[in-house]
């Protein structure tokens, strides 16, 4: 029986490659739900290559254009709207869920999957990052395994691998540096969105290009490394690795160090969330060990104040990482439309923290509450800066 898969943010970077993933193994895996957000044209291009049971716009926007365009496909049934989202990830059709949004917008779905009981291929880290101690309990409740599909995650899960119940000194998260990573403050003060765009060694989307170059994104990873592998957050530590060869590693109390290192593609460790516990072949380059030298660096963490934030959210707990993301959402895109310096993005993130009411037990309710009143903060100081 092949697999059914549903794709959450097919039409990105992750959901293009698990696409590429599927076909490679048409044997194994089949795509059964495919979802975008606006993207129509690219997700009935998908739908016809792939003939899914369904597909989910989530801008309604755009329910009318797709489905005239699957017109001839009567087998592929056409959805719209975020509670569709929430519905076909509960098919009792599809094993599992790759979710692979952007943003808080990963969430509500991601926690319908699991009461579904499906096994979650896990990309869209903010999901951990806003309601971590939640998605756990959930995740335990209902027996639901949660397999890391971010490179530095599937690094790590990867080199824990028959380690069982050895103890973790210390999990080594890797970052590029993003662009900017040899930037002066005063280079930082003028940089522009097309500059940050610029990523030197991943492909991926614009919001995810935007937090690597400003190290909210490692940030991020912290947090998600945290509720994925039960480490505190002051035995995670960044290694800033511009060649992006070794995706983590984790040294353990013997001071033994167990590394994953490939070529930077994401088809891998997507195949693997899909596979595990096998390894399946994949078409693709392979690591060259003569053609680089591997270097690290200690981020700074003055000049990219955005990590610091990070740890800061996650060591204060409650409902922090929530606040912290929802205004990092609102600067991104400020960024990237220009309504805010790159600098600004972190000044503005660090008022929103200490403007946002603070709950130190929070409920799915409250992170619904505290990511909407961190937005509208967050937005308030970027238009009034």
Not at 216 to 231: C, D, H, Q, S, T
Request: include cysteine.
């Amino acid at each position: 029986m092949k697999q059914q898969i549903c794709i959450l943010g097919s039409t990105g970077s992750i959901g293009t490659q698990a696409l590429d993933v599927i076909s490679q193994h048409p044997d194994l895996y089949e795509a059964y739900a495919l979802t975008a957000n606006h993207r129509w044209k690219e997700l009935a291009e998908q739908a016809r290559r792939f003939n899914p049971a369904a597909v989910v716009i989530a801008d309604e926007a755009y329910y009318e254009p797709l489905k005239q365009e699957l017109a001839d496909m009567p087998d592929v049934k056409v959805y719209a709207g975020s509670k569709a989202l929430e519905d076909i990830v509960e098919s009792p059709s599809i094993d599992m869920v790759l979710t692979a949004m952007v943003g808080y917008s990963g969430l509500a779905p991601t926690i319908h999957a699991i009461k579904a009981k499906k096994k979650i291929c896990l990309a869209n880290k903010e999901t951990l990052v806003v309601a971590g101690e939640l998605i756990l309990q959930l995740a335990q409740q209902y027996h639901v395994p949660i397999l890391p599909v971010d490179s530095e995650h599937s690094a790590i899960f990867q080199s824990l691998v028959g380690e069982d119940a050895n103890e973790i000194e210390k999990i080594l998260l890797t970052c590029s540096g993003g662009p900017f990573r040899t930037f002066t403050h005063e280079q930082l003060k003028t940089v522009t969105a097309a500059d940050a765009l610029k990523h030197p060694t991943w492909d991926m989307g614009a919001k995810i290009t935007i937090d690597s170059a400003s190290l909210m994104n490692k940030g991020f990873e912290v947090i998600e490394a945290k509720w994925l592998f039960g480490v505190p957050a002051d035995k995670i530590q960044v290694l800033v690795h511009p060649q992006s060869i070794v995706h983590s590693a984790v040294q353990f109390c013997d001071g033994g160090v167990k590394a994953q290192l490939g070529v930077p593609d994401m088809r891998l460790p997507i195949q693997y969330a899909f596979s595990f516990p096998q390894r399946l072949s994949l078409g693709g380059d392979r690591l060259d060990f003569f053609r680089q030298p591997l270097e690290f660096f200690e981020p700074d963490v003055e000049k990219f104040k955005c990590l610091a934030m990070a740890y800061e959210a996650i060591n204060k707990g409650g409902n922090m990482p929530c606040i912290v993301n929802a205004a990092n959402e609102i600067v991104n895109e400020g960024f990237r439309k220009g309504a805010c310096s790159f600098l600004a993005m972190g000044d503005i993130i660090e008022k929103a923290m200490q403007t946002v009411a603070f709950d130190c037990n929070p409920d799915y309710d409250v992170y619904v509450q505290t990511d909407a009143e961190a937005r509208r903060v967050a937005l308030d100081i970027m238009n009034n800066k």
